[in-house]
């Protein structure tokens, strides 16, 4: 891998770990969400500086072009991104699914009340 | 002495609740009622005040999985012991409900479903209703005729399991593998079918296949999941 390359990678990781801390710092992003872009940034900054880790990897993956290796890693990070995200969406349609079914119900208990109430 | 909640679920039913409240009431005026309006965008939240009933109204359509969980919900909090569901577009009979109730009194039932297949031959079967039921029997280890109805009564256990956990989307025939799961006791009870009063079935194409595939991952991951605890939260 070139120098040209590496250097590269340093600063798309350098500046992704930025705007991720900047997300949480500005509430955008919440902590327990930030974890796994916080992870993927420092891993593609352990990897852009430590180009003997890919060389490893390739070899032990039976991969000619380390470089290869690199491009594996970041499809698998966005992978469990997105799927990671599905869970979060599902998770989400439950708790609101569980709302409005609350919120229905309460606001049949407060009409009981408010009936009784007005026949006092 | 049983306090039993009619449950209601409708999605733009308008034209047809009144009719139905009606045939419950002639036929059993000491059910009360509960309509659960499912994001309605027709006149039916116009018209349910007016029907001396109970109601509840969800804000968003989530579905017929989520009126129901709602309902039931709303019985152990006002302390029914015993649910009947009738459809709100009128396909279920009131006279049927007798039928439906008697299993879960006598205590062998969890739950009562009709079928509208219960005699051979005298409906019609298409064949996809009937692949399902083979699935479903297969499945489940019983013997199932009527996979997609939603005529059914709950004795208590299944109210407090159901009101957490009714299945979502197109539910019948998860019903039946959920019921079977947590090991709720299921009898089929035969009904005469008849067709919706008035209006449209929100089925349309793209829906069934949706509810298809729904279907098809249920039998798959349905038998494989724990069963669920009964949950005290009310």
Same mark, same amino acid.
């Given at each position: 891998?070139?120098?040209?390359?590496?250097?590269?990678l340093?600063?798309a990781?350098?500046? !992704?770990? *930025? %705007?991720?801390?900047?997300? &949480?710092r500005?509430r955008? $992003?919440?902590e327990e969400?930030?974890?796994?872009w916080?992870?993927?940034a420092?891993?593609l900054?352990?990897?852009s500086?430590r180009q003997d880790?890919l060389?490893?990897?390739a070899r032990w993956?039976g991969?000619?072009d380390?470089p290869?290796? !690199?491009l *594996? %890693?970041?499809?698998?990070? &966005?992978?469990t991104a997105s $799927?990671?995200?599905s869970?979060?969406v599902?998770r989400q349609?439950?708790?609101i699914?569980?709302?409005?079914e609350?919120?229905?119900?309460l606001s049949a208990?407060?009409r009981?009340?408010?009936?009784?109430?007005?026949?006092? | 002495?049983?306090r039993?909640l009619?449950v209601?679920?409708?999605?733009?039913?308008?034209?047809?609740?009144a009719?139905v409240?009606?045939?419950?009431?002639?036929r059993?005026?000491d059910?009360?009622?509960?309509i659960?309006?499912?994001?309605?965008?027709d006149?039916?939240?116009?018209?349910?005040?007016l029907?001396?009933v109970r109601?509840?109204q969800?804000?968003?359509?989530l579905?017929?999985?989520s009126?129901m969980r709602?309902?039931?919900?709303?019985?152990?909090r006002?302390?029914?012991?015993?649910?009947?569901?009738v459809?709100?577009d009128?396909?279920?009979?009131a006279?049927?409900?007798d039928?439906?109730?008697t299993?879960?009194?006598?205590?062998?039932?969890?739950v009562?479903?009709?079928?509208?297949?219960?005699?051979d031959?005298?409906?019609?079967k298409p064949r996809?209703?009937?692949?399902?039921?083979s699935?479903?029997?297969?499945?489940?280890?019983?013997?199932?005729?009527?996979p997609t109805s939603?005529?059914y009564?709950?004795?208590?256990?299944?109210i407090r399991?159901?009101a957490?956990h009714?299945?979502?989307g197109?539910?019948?025939p998860e019903l039946?593998l959920?019921?079977?799961?947590?090991?709720l006791?299921v009898?089929?009870?035969g009904v005469?079918?008849r067709?919706?009063?008035?209006?449209q079935?929100?089925?349309?194409?793209a829906?069934?296949?949706?509810a298809?595939?729904?279907?098809l991952?249920?039998?798959v991951?349905?038998p494989?999941?724990?069963?669920?605890k009964?949950?005290?939260r009310?």
């Amino acid at each position: 891998m070139s120098d040209h390359i590496q250097m590269e990678l340093l600063a798309a990781s350098v500046l !992704l770990l *930025v %705007v991720v801390l900047d997300l &949480v710092r500005r509430r955008k $992003l919440t902590e327990e969400y930030s974890f796994l872009w916080i992870f993927s940034a420092l891993a593609l900054l352990v990897v852009s500086m430590r180009q003997d880790m890919l060389l490893t990897a390739a070899r032990w993956l039976g991969v000619a072009d380390p470089p290869a290796v !690199l491009l *594996v %890693v970041l499809v698998a990070t &966005v992978f469990t991104a997105s $799927l990671s995200l599905s869970v979060i969406v599902s998770r989400q349609r439950q708790q609101i699914e569980r709302l409005i079914e609350e919120t229905a119900i309460l606001s049949a208990e407060l009409r009981d009340v408010r009936a009784a109430h007005a026949t006092k | 002495m049983r306090r039993i909640l009619c449950v209601i679920p409708a999605h733009n039913e308008g034209a047809n609740l009144a009719a139905v409240v009606d045939e419950v009431r002639s036929r059993r005026s000491d059910l009360d009622i509960l309509i659960v309006d499912d994001g309605s965008t027709d006149r039916t939240m116009a018209i349910v005040p007016l029907l001396g009933v109970r109601w509840l109204q969800l804000s968003d359509r989530l579905g017929i999985g989520s009126a129901m969980r709602a309902g039931l919900r709303y019985a152990l909090r006002q302390g029914y012991d015993t649910v009947v569901r009738v459809d709100g577009d009128g396909q279920h009979r009131a006279d049927d409900v007798d039928a439906l109730l008697t299993p879960v009194f006598a205590s062998h039932a969890d739950v009562a479903i009709g079928t509208r297949y219960h005699v051979d031959g005298a409906t019609r079967k298409p064949r996809v209703i009937s692949a399902l039921a083979s699935l479903l029997s297969a499945r489940t280890g019983r013997h199932v005729t009527d996979p997609t109805s939603g005529f059914y009564a709950l004795g208590p256990r299944a109210i407090r399991i159901l009101a957490e956990h009714h299945p979502t989307g197109y539910p019948e025939p998860e019903l039946r593998l959920f019921l079977r799961r947590n090991a709720l006791n299921v009898v089929e009870v035969g009904v005469r079918p008849r067709a919706r009063l008035m209006g449209q079935s929100s089925l349309t194409a793209a829906r069934l296949v949706a509810a298809a595939a729904r279907v098809l991952l249920a039998l798959v991951i349905v038998p494989l999941r724990r069963p669920e605890k009964e949950t005290a939260r009310v």
